[in-house]
């Protein structure tokens, strides 16, 4: 049970339904998280704003960042989390949900190339407390992307310290559409 309990759609202040369809067309289905923000709807604006800029502007694979997400709510334990960017991964992304399930192994799946295993290195330091990361994660990121493209590795793991502290802390009800989408990539996911 959520402990901070979501707005209903009636109850949605005017002001953040522009949010509310940002993010249902974003991910496929209103999320219970963002339903929860909108009780604050300055900051339900902010996250937005940094959202969009971190999705949108980007020169990173859209799947690899949604498996960045991943590994990074999988050293948080955030499971709202994980199971969003599973499905994040596989419905918005378009990927393989073969490749979702094999991010576990993804230091030794062939599944995964040397500059998404540098990527996604990063993101299990980082998400970790304390913070694991160290100058081999860049030196091992700066053999595959630019500078520009390593702060984008880096934002998305940093706005998934943000939403996984949030929906932990909060225990968000997860959503059916993530739900299933989890139980079918993530090892024991229930």
Request: net charge negative; aromatic share 6%; charged share 20%.
């Amino acid at each position: 049970m959520a402990r901070i309990a979501p707005l209903t759609l009636d109850e949605l202040p005017q002001d953040t339904r522009r949010a509310l369809v940002f993010a249902q067309e974003t991910m496929g289905f209103t999320a219970n998280d963002v339903l929860t923000m909108a009780r604050w709807p300055q900051l339900l604006s902010a996250l937005e704003q940094l959202v969009g800029t971190i999705y949108e502007s980007t020169e990173i694979d859209p799947l690899l960042k949604r498996l960045i997400a991943l590994v990074a709510s999988s050293a948080s334990g955030c499971r709202y989390c994980q199971a969003h960017t599973a499905h994040g991964a596989v419905k918005q992304a378009g990927g393989d949900e073969a490749k979702v399930a094999a991010v576990w192994e993804y230091a030794t799946s062939p599944l995964f190339t040397k500059a998404e295993r540098a990527a996604l290195d990063l993101a299990l330091a980082a998400a970790q407390q304390p913070n694991a990361s160290n100058d081999e994660h860049f030196e091992a990121l700066r053999a595959h992307y630019s500078e520009r493209q390593i702060l984008e590795i880096v934002a998305m793991i940093s706005l998934f310290g943000l939403l996984n502290r949030w929906n932990s802390t909060l225990a968000t009800e997860l959503e059916t559409a993530p739900l299933d989408v989890a139980s079918k990539t993530i090892p024991d996911f229930r």
